[in-house]
């Protein structure tokens, strides 16, 4: 499967615990982006990574939420000492660099839900 | 602020005949856009783009048109089939960003059989 992978795709956490979230790009893809989307609403972006680097956070929430693209193994969004209006589905999306650079490729997502 | 809108929550068709979507900004700094398709308990499919150099780019039974004057695009699925029911979202970003993509909130859009 050469698509972009997350896992898990459902995450049962109680208030307080701990969420990590785990995307691998496309193959070939430098550019991982995670968005996310609360019910009956469109994906809002948080954090844009390349190896090693953090380019753009400018969506993610200043406390409890920090990501991160290790030069090996995947991306990781954690949340700290979640709560319930955490609950949403995680997207995670790669790209290439290049003409096609702009074109976005999403994985399943990863559904949490905060009880 | 709502940069990107998709106005029509919903819209139902025939099979076979058109489909259009329709998708307004606000953001002049925007300059390249996108359409994803998206099914429940599923991530958006990329469907199709255009820059803002082009009003037109054409992908078998998608096309998408740009009006850049009146800051508004299209998305035209013809002919509409029932595996073409989905949440369609348009999708909108700058090349001075960091290439954050900045959507709408999605429109339904059912074909009947």
């Known amino acids: 499967n050469a698509g972009v992978m997350q896992n898990p795709r459902h995450l049962v956490r109680r208030r307080g615990q701990e969420a990590r979230l785990r995307c691998s790009p496309m193959k070939g893809h430098s550019h991982v982006y995670w968005y996310r989307q609360l019910p009956e609403e469109g994906l809002k972006f948080m954090v844009y990574l390349q190896k090693e680097n953090i380019i753009d956070e400018s969506g993610m929430p200043k406390e409890r939420f920090s990501a991160e693209f290790p030069k090996e193994g995947p991306s990781i969004l954690r949340i700290q000492q979640v709560v319930r209006g955490d609950s949403a589905a995680y997207f995670c999306a790669s790209s290439s660099t290049g003409d096609s650079s702009y074109e976005q490729y999403f994985g399943p997502g990863t559904r949490l839900t905060v009880t | 602020d709502q940069q990107v809108k998709q106005n029509s929550p919903s819209l139902s068709v025939q099979e076979g005949r058109i489909s259009i979507l329709n998708c307004d900004y606000t953001n002049s700094m925007f300059d390249y856009f996108l359409w994803y398709k998206k099914y429940p308990a599923e991530g958006p499919t990329f469907l199709i783009s255009i820059s803002s150099i082009k009003d037109k780019n054409e992908d078998g039974r998608f096309t998408v048109f740009l009006n850049k004057s009146a800051k508004h695009l299209s998305l035209h699925i013809v002919p509409s089939q029932p595996g073409d029911s989905a949440v369609y979202f348009c999708?909108?970003?700058?090349?001075?960003?960091?290439?954050?993509?900045?959507f709408g909130s999605g429109t339904q859009l059912t074909v009947l059989p």
């Open positions: 999708a909108a970003t700058s090349s001075g960003s960091a290439r954050q993509l900045t």
